[in-house]
């Protein structure tokens, strides 16, 4: 590569997603939307219910397919591929709801996704289990959980499932991480602490981050920048302060009074 190829490729936006449209039927429910997420970027997706959040985020990974538009990694389109191959390629995702195996201990459910990710053989998981234990245990540090490696799941708290979680979807080492309303269903201490932790691995890994969430408090204390879904349409884009004055964010989501103490579902 050439050296102004070198230069234009690091100053390339880790996810560029450009004119994204998706309808169900009659309901259009992205429609047009086109964003950057920069490298070591904390971005925030924020809008009322309905607004085509978690349809954004399925064609983002491969779940949905868009029905017209492109989404990029590192310039690589995405659009087409498998949530597999897309997962493989870098984009990792966190969900609403946590999906560790309860029976099995912290360290092992971080195991499972070393050895998925280098296609190993699940009929040799208790060696696969001992050979990736220190890189389990690496990731658990990242996150606070490297002393709690040998409890099951089961017995954890939720705040310290959705770190395990966190440590599961950095085993692939993504450069994207996508985190569908992270905070969702924990006390307000735990949203703070893993809203704090997520700011961390986006400065100390330069992760880039995109995530959904309901809690403005949550947005406006740790987004970098923030970008507003209404009914499909990207309506605003930019920091906290120029959102929280937005005449058309007011209008059609922040002044509704309904964000604060939502009901999560
Ligand atoms: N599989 C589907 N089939 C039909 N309509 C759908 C489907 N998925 C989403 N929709 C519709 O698309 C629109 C956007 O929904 P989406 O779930 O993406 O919004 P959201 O912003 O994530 O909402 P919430 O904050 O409630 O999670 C809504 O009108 C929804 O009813």
């Known amino acids: 590569m050439s050296d102004t190829a070198t230069a234009r490729a690091a100053e390339q936006p880790s996810l560029s997603i450009r004119n994204l449209s998706k309808a169900f039927g009659g309901v259009q429910a992205v429609n047009d939307v086109s964003f950057d997420l920069a490298k070591g970027e904390l971005l925030a997706l924020i809008g009322p219910n309905g607004a085509g959040k978690s349809t954004c985020f399925n064609m983002l990974n ?7 538009g492109s989404v990029r990694l590192a310039g690589e389109e995405l659009i087409g591929r498998s949530p597999a191959d897309i997962w493989r390629r870098g984009v990792g995702r966190t969900f609403q709801i946590t999906a560790t195996f309860p029976s099995m201990t912290v360290a092992e459910n971080v195991a499972m996704v070393l050895m998925s990710q280098r296609r190993e053989l699940f009929s040799l998981f208790r060696t696969a289990v001992h050979r990736h234990r220190d890189k389990a245990l690496a990731l658990l ?45 924990m006390a307000p201490r735990e949203r703070i602490e893993l809203m704090g932790l997520a700011a961390r691995l986006v400065s100390d890994l330069g992760l880039s981050v995109l995530f959904t969430e309901h809690d403005m408090d949550i947005v406006f204390g740790h987004a970098g920048r923030i970008i507003v879904l209404s009914r499909g349409a990207l309506i605003a884009e930019g920091t906290a302060q120029e959102i929280r004055s937005n005449p058309l964010v007011l209008k059609t989501y922040l002044g509704e009074g309904q964000i604060y103490g939502r009901a999560e579902g």
């Open 62 to 68: 491969g779940q949905i397919r868009a029905d017209s």
């Open 141 to 185: 540090d990242l996150v606070g959980m490297a002393a709690q490696a040998d409890r099951p799941c089961g017995v954890l708290s939720y705040g310290d499932l959705k770190r395990v979680e966190l440590a599961v979807a950095l085993g692939n080492e993504p450069r994207v991480l996508l985190m569908d309303e992270p905070t969702a269903g």
